[in-house]
């Protein structure tokens, strides 16, 4: 039989999930469980690079663990697990940051973002971050790694260092390749459309486990534009808040935009907006309450993310073992 190829994806539970997170890549990763063999990890770890309450951490992993789950991801076809159980991810990463340069750091459109955001705290591990997330994913030898745009340039750096790394000890790791989500599946803020849907516009964001009165209090404030006659149109350029709708309303009904303008002809904005909120409100609502219901499954949860710990830190173990005999370490 053939090996199945290899995936693998990290999301930070540095804010609650949203329906960007759930249309432009959770839905997705859903779907690919037959085909590829797939790993998604908690990125706890990565988030400690700016300041965390400690408890709202512990928190946000755990429920983002049963959403992911909620979502569609069974943990019996794929390997969910918390980073920080698996302590291979802190080792490689070591080692990676010394076959890593600081220029390429420096570079990092990141960690410039992140060091003017916040400028009391600009430490080591936001400056090297992109080792450890390049540990993160030469640990499982994938494939492809699913990341959006702004996560691009650090599996560039990863490629850039297993080139550096395989020029030095020959084939350690494989070199793996991006896999960006087409954009249809691009969701932008509610209130800002033409910046991708974030938590740091709560306005413009519908978090998962957000209850049906504020989702539809949101859509009913989207902005559109202000053509007179409201229209739905599909035209990204000129009307983005109309086009984001009904990007949104295609990925959760499945209709075409052809289907969607026919089915609004001569309504208007008006209708338009609760319409868009009651069908994500629809698609939601089994998500909030699966999700709710794991999450008060202490046990199971925890046989969850034991068992991918175990399952994650077998498969990174192999890999750690080449690298340290690689480099010149001594076998235990
Ligand atoms: N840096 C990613 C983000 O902020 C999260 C992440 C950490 C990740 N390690 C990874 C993504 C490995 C893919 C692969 O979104």
Redesign the pocket.
Known sequence: MDEKKVM?????PSGDLHLGNYLGAIRNWAARAEEYDCYY?M?DM?TITVRQNPADLRRRTLEQLAQYIACGLDPEKNTLFI?SHVPQHAELGWVLNCYTMFGELSRMT?FKDKSAKHKDNINGGLFT?PS??AA??LLYQPDF????E??KQ??ELTRNIVQRFNGIYGEVFKMPEPFIPKTGARVMGLTTPDSKMSKSIPEGCVFLMEKPEDIQRKFKRAVTDSDTENPVRYDPAGKPGVANLMNIYAAVTGRSFDEIEAEFAGQGYGKFKPAVGEAVIETLRPIREEAARILADKAYLEGVYKAGAEKASYVANRTLRKVYKKVGFVAR
Do not use: E, K, N
Request: no cysteine; hydrophobic share 45%.
């Open positions: 693998l994806s990290g999301i930070q990890f990125a990565h980073q990141q971050y450890l997330m993160d994913i790694v699913p990341v959006g702004d996560q650090h599996v």
